[in-house]
């Protein structure tokens, strides 16, 4: 399984099927919504309904934890926020999804994994960068799962595996409002192609 999250903030539901599917022939297996999309529960649901038993779906931008209850209402099973929310992150737990909150500081990390969390979701990552990642690893718990999101792409996914990131969020470089399935299609062959090539750069150099 990639590591990627496939982020389609700004997707409408009429929209949300086609594009999704694009992203899941190009072998992402990870979608977000982002909650400040349009009528972002709807697509999630269709998303659900659609491709729940081949594909981890979920919601980005989660604040509260009533969002976490519709969330699961509809069979979403990925919590992804921008903040590191103790309560968020409790509840997501308690009804048995995944939790992926945001964090920047060690701090915030260790708060993160003490109530839960599954990932941790470095946002925005351009403020960390591989070598400041690197360096909040040597003090995390060994094998936790992290992300870059915002500020990390195919021109540097190469630098972040070398630092130990798992993986990463992918939001306008692969879709932006309005995007047609084949143009999706197109720029999620193109991440999934850079992402196994630094991928297998990485495991090279390590032996």
């Given at each position: 399984m990639?590591?990627?999250?496939?982020?389609?903030?700004?997707?409408?539901?009429?929209?949300?099927?086609?594009?999704?599917?694009?992203?899941?022939?190009?072998?992402?297996?990870?979608?977000e919504?982002?909650?400040?999309?349009?009528d972002?529960?709807?697509?999630?649901?269709?998303?659900?309904?659609?491709?729940?038993?081949?594909?981890?779906?979920g919601?980005?931008?989660?604040?509260?934890?009533?969002?976490v209850?519709?969330?699961?209402?509809?069979?979403?099973?990925?919590?992804?926020?921008?903040?590191?929310?103790p309560?968020?992150?409790?509840k997501?737990?308690?009804?048995k999804?995944?939790?992926?909150p945001?964090?920047?500081?060690?701090?915030?990390?260790?708060?993160?994994?003490?109530f839960?969390?599954?990932?941790?979701?470095?946002f925005?990552?351009?403020?960390?960068?591989?070598?400041?990642?690197?360096?909040?690893?040597?003090?995390?718990?060994?094998?936790?799962?992290?992300?870059?999101?915002?500020?990390?792409g195919?021109?540097?996914?190469?630098?972040?595996?070398?630092?130990?990131?798992?993986?990463?969020?992918?939001?306008?470089?692969?879709?932006?409002p309005?995007?047609?399935?084949?143009?999706?299609?197109?720029?999620?062959?193109?991440?999934?192609r850079?992402?196994?090539?630094?991928?297998q750069?990485?495991?090279?150099?390590?032996?």
């Amino acid at each position: 399984m990639r590591e990627l999250i496939a982020i389609l903030r700004g997707v409408t539901p009429k929209d949300v099927l086609t594009v999704a599917e694009a992203v899941l022939e190009s072998g992402i297996s990870t979608i977000e919504v982002p909650l400040n999309s349009p009528d972002a529960f709807e697509s999630i649901e269709r998303l659900v309904i659609a491709f729940g038993n081949e594909a981890n779906i979920g919601a980005g931008t989660v604040l509260s934890e009533s969002d976490v209850g519709r969330l699961h209402d509809i069979g979403g099973k990925l919590v992804v926020s921008p903040d590191c929310n103790p309560k968020v992150i409790a509840k997501t737990k308690a009804l048995k999804m995944l939790s992926f909150p945001g964090v920047l500081t060690p701090t915030e990390c260790f708060q993160a994994l003490q109530f839960g969390a599954d990932g941790l979701k470095f946002f925005p990552s351009s403020l960390v960068g591989p070598s400041g990642l690197a360096s909040i690893l040597a003090v995390l718990p060994k094998g936790q799962k992290t992300y870059a999101v915002g500020g990390a792409g195919p021109d540097d996914f190469q630098d972040w595996f070398a630092a130990g990131v798992t993986g990463f969020g992918i939001g306008t470089a692969l879709y932006r409002p309005g995007d047609n399935a084949d143009s999706v299609r197109s720029a999620a062959q193109s991440i999934v192609r850079s992402y196994d090539n630094a991928r297998q750069r990485s495991h090279d150099l390590m032996r």
